[in-house]
């Protein structure tokens, strides 16, 4: 047990110490070294001695002398600003000694997204360092192999130091070229949270949450923009589906079997009052439609109330705009519940001739749940035995293997 609390700890903790730590050293792989030895130091130390009153400033302690230590063996005659208190106890450390770490994601945000770095780069850094995502795990969000996500990151990088790109949030005038950047990696952070990649829980409130923090101030410094409104909605919608979506054991439950009077409506009215303003400003995107097709679902009081011939409209709109092969499967999704199986599972047929979702589970699963719906049970079976032999993470796993033993 402790040891599942100290990797939620560091979990939590992680990206704010990261973002500070990479703000005082400006340098990202130093920082990373930093904070896994902090972290190495946290797994020995917590279990004999307890756990810190407050571990994300214990964290940061530790992983800044162990920065400040590196930076003294590769650059000697460069001194340490702000200076480091080498005799202070990592537990003593007060708040005012600590880097303005709130302040330090967002400005890692926009650094990670500077328009020299090319979208899929500025992605993987961003859910690197304020997911704290493996290469691994990266990888297998973006359905490439992981020498790819590797070596893409590293380019990354090597571009922030070589470019000299400043740690800061840029000046007002040229926010908006990074906006497209920005409002992506806010989603991917927000979908990891939503949609765990690893772990043992399917959800991440930690970083949900953080998702929708950087969502409202980027709304703040943007009054006005559309898609940035779009996204915080669509985050806000979502984010008020969360209290239904696993059950006790923290298995998934599927949108069709959750008890909605657990949803939380404030946050639904607060998403749908977003949606509102934004929509009204006649700058139609990608974040504002994916909204609107949350905003149907939150708008259902019943599985069956969900107005499916809309949503399969709004998918197609989105595929317009946002063409890709995840967007086309829930596109068919969409089209199997307004106009039945049949047009849905002939339309995810061509994507899986395609090639292009191969390795990803979703896909299996969705043509398995719309063959057993039409009550071809072995060609359903077979389509959840190949989303098995896909899936990673454990509480999907119990959904599919829970969906197959139901046929028998």
Not at 75 to 87: F, H, S, T
Not at 337 to 353: N, Q, S, T
């Amino acid at each position: 047990m402790l040891a599942r609390a100290i990797d939620q700890l560091v979990r939590r903790e992680g990206p704010r110490v990261l973002a500070g730590l990479i703000r005082w050293s400006g340098d990202f792989d130093l920082a990373e070294e930093a904070f896994q030895a902090a972290c190495a130091q946290a797994l020995e130390a917590w279990p004999r001695r307890g756990l810190p009153e407050r571990p994300g400033a214990w964290l940061t302690t530790v992983a800044r002398r162990r920065a400040a230590d590196l930076l003294r063996r590769r650059r000697p005659d460069v001194p340490l600003e702000p200076p480091l208190a080498d005799g202070l106890a990592a537990e003593a450390v007060e708040p005012e000694s600590l880097p303005d770490v709130e302040d330090d994601r967002l400005r890692l945000l926009f650094t990670v997204c500077h328009p020299a770095l090319a979208q899929p780069a500025q992605v993987a850094l961003a859910l690197r360092t304020l997911c704290g995502l493996t290469t691994a795990e990266i990888a297998r969000a973006h359905l490439e192999p992981e020498a790819t996500t590797a070596q893409r990151l590293v380019r990354a990088k090597r571009k922030i130091a070589e470019a000299r790109i400043p740690f800061e949030v840029p000046a007002a005038d040229r926010l908006a070229e990074r906006l497209d950047g920005v409002l992506s990696a806010i989603y991917l952070v927000f979908n990891e949270g939503f949609s765990a990649t690893e772990g043992d829980s399917w959800i991440r409130p930690d970083l949900s949450t953080e998702a929708i923090r950087l969502g409202r101030l980027v709304v703040e410094l943007l009054p006005g923009e559309a898609e940035a409104e779009g996204l915080l909605a669509l985050m806000l919608l979502h984010d008020g589906r969360r209290p239904a979506r696993t059950a006790g054991d923290g298995a998934l439950v599927p949108l069709e079997e959750q008890d909605r009077t657990r949803w939380d409506r404030g946050l639904i009215d607060e998403g749908t009052a977003v949606l509102d303003r934004a929509v009204g400003r006649g700058q139609p995107g990608p974040y504002q439609l994916q909204a609107a097709i949350a905003a149907l679902h939150a708008r259902a009081a019943h599985p069956q109330d969900t107005d499916w011939p809309q949503i399969a409209l709004l998918y197609g709109a989105l595929l317009r705009q946002s063409p890709g092969p995840i967007v086309e499967l829930n596109a068919a999704a969409a089209v199997a519940m307004a106009h039945g199986p049949e047009a849905g599972l002939a339309w995810m047929e061509r994507i899986d001739r395609s090639g292009a979702l191969a390795g990803y589970h979703l896909l299996p699963a969705a043509q398995a749940d719309l063959l057993r719906r039409l009550g071809r049970t072995e060609e359903a079976r077979a389509a959840y035995g190949r989303a098995l032999a896909l899936v990673r993470h454990p509480a999907e796993r119990r959904f599919l293997e829970r969906r197959l033993a139901e046929l028998g």
